[in-house]
T-cell receptor, first 112, second 112 residues
Framework: GQQLNQSPQSMFIQEGEDVSMNCTSS?????WLWYKQEPGEGPVLLIA?????ELTSNGRLTAQFGITRKDSFLNISASIPSDVGIYFC????????????FGKGTTLSVSS | EAQVTQNPRYLITVTGKKLTVTCSQN?????MSWYRQDPGLGLRQIYY???????DKGDVPEGYKVSRKEKRNFPLILESPSPNQTSLYFC???????????FGPGTRLTVL
């Protein structure tokens, strides 16, 4: 099936640092989503992107839908300990909502 | 409170013993979906349902069945579980196929 390449696989950073992670696909996507998962819980939506070139912020988080529609990135500015978790990108090829394809996740650790 | 609920949250069973994991949402969502999450593989879609009585295979449907007799419920059925179905399972729902999905808390299944 379709695959998303998400990188990096894991990050270990100091509190206050900025973080950047990205996802790429060989297929064109119509939707990009970024989720965060904390231990013992289901993924929670952070940002949804629906148009190529779209740049959207949610507090200290900023995500962009790549111009080629084959990639997306997520930035976290001034990280804090509660940013710890697994971040997943997800994409959908068809706007009518067939399969939602997930990246393998980026595990973020923040030391204070 | 708007939510997706799953039961049970934890289950240990033996090979071949049929089981059902229930999923229910109270948001009147049309779209529901099941995922499994495995280390290093991220989230993979098992089955999804665009509406009542409409179900389709995701990326990894083998060994699973679903039904959608009512809008709010979308049970996942393992007729003859095997150890390779040991995983963390998430149910998700959305207003329609093109909208963002909200995830349940997860069901950790162990098949011995």
């Amino acid at each position: 099936g379709q695959q998303l390449n998400q990188s990096p696989q894991s990050m270990f950073i100091q509190e206050g640092e900025d973080v950047s992670m990205n996802c790429t696909s060989s297929s064109i996507f119509n939707t990009w989503l970024w989720y965060k998962q904390e231990p013992g819980e289901g993924p929670v939506l952070l940002i949804a992107l629906y148009k190529a070139g779209e740049l959207t912020s949610n507090g200290r988080l900023t995500a962009q839908f790549g111009i080629t529609r084959k990639d997306s990135f997520l930035n976290i500015s001034a990280s804090i300990p509660s940013d710890v978790g697994i971040y997943f990108c997800a994409g959908r090829i068809n706007q009518a909502g067939t399969a939602l394809i997930f990246g393998k996740g980026t595990t973020l650790s923040v030391s204070s | 409170e708007a939510q997706v609920t799953q039961n049970p949250r934890y289950l240990i069973t033996v090979t071949g013993k049929k089981l059902t994991v229930t999923c229910s949402q109270n948001m009147n969502h049309e779209y529901m979906s099941w995922y499994r999450q495995d280390p290093g593989l991220g989230l993979r879609q098992i089955y999804y349902s665009m509406n009542v009585e409409v179900t389709d295979k995701g990326d990894v449907p083998e060994g699973y069945k679903v039904s959608r007799k009512e809008k709010r419920n979308f049970p996942l059925i393992l007729e003859s579980p095997s150890p390779n179905q040991t995983s963390l399972y998430f149910c998700a729902s959305s207003l329609s196929g093109g909208h963002t999905q909200y995830f349940g808390p997860g069901t950790r299944l162990t098949v011995l």
